[in-house]
């Protein structure tokens, strides 16, 4: 491996990204943006673990300074959009904090909805023919005063 100055063999940073560029090559820019850009959440699928992949694929794409606001903007998808659009000033760690948080009560609502339909449902069972009787005289009581 060939460095520029004597220092650089020194250099953890610049070692390990001599030993990278020598292992892995050369890559395609277009080829890496091209599957950043069409990265998105899998159903089921943590934004942690989403924000890991994108940030995974981002590595390779030669985005500078622009590489957390392309992240960002990956993660405005249609569960979450209205939210997202209303701040002015999103950065990709407020992004993040946001969809965690659409995330965490998605999961919550979930688990209440099981819960109350799975107590609900006994109730239901048992007093079907009560509510349906009662239902039918309220009924017969408005149509004939």
């Known amino acids: 491996m060939a460095f520029d100055e004597e220092a650089h063999k020194k250099d953890i940073d610049i070692v390990l990204q001599k030993l990278e560029e020598y292992c892995v090559g050369n ?3 277009i ?16 934004i942690d673990t989403y924000v890991a992949s994108l940030r995974l694929l981002s590595k390779t794409c030669n985005y500078g300074a622009l590489r957390d606001n392309l992240i960002r903007d990956r993660m405005v998808d249609k569960g979450i959009r209205n939210k997202l659009l209303q701040e002015s000033k999103l950065t990709l760690q407020s992004c993040i904090d ?3 948080a659409n995330e965490c009560t998605k999961q919550q609502l979930q688990t209440m909805d099981r819960t109350s339909q799975t107590r609900s449902m006994p109730w239901m069972r048992k007093h079907r023919n009560m509510i349906a009787t009662q239902s039918q005289n309220v009924i017969r009581k408005v149509i004939r005063p």
Request: net charge positive.
């Open 27 to 29: 890559k395609n820019e």
């Open 98 to 100: 946001i969809c965690r």
């Open 31 to 46: 080829y890496e943006r091209y599957l950043f850009n069409k990265r998105d959440q899998a159903a089921g699928e943590s």
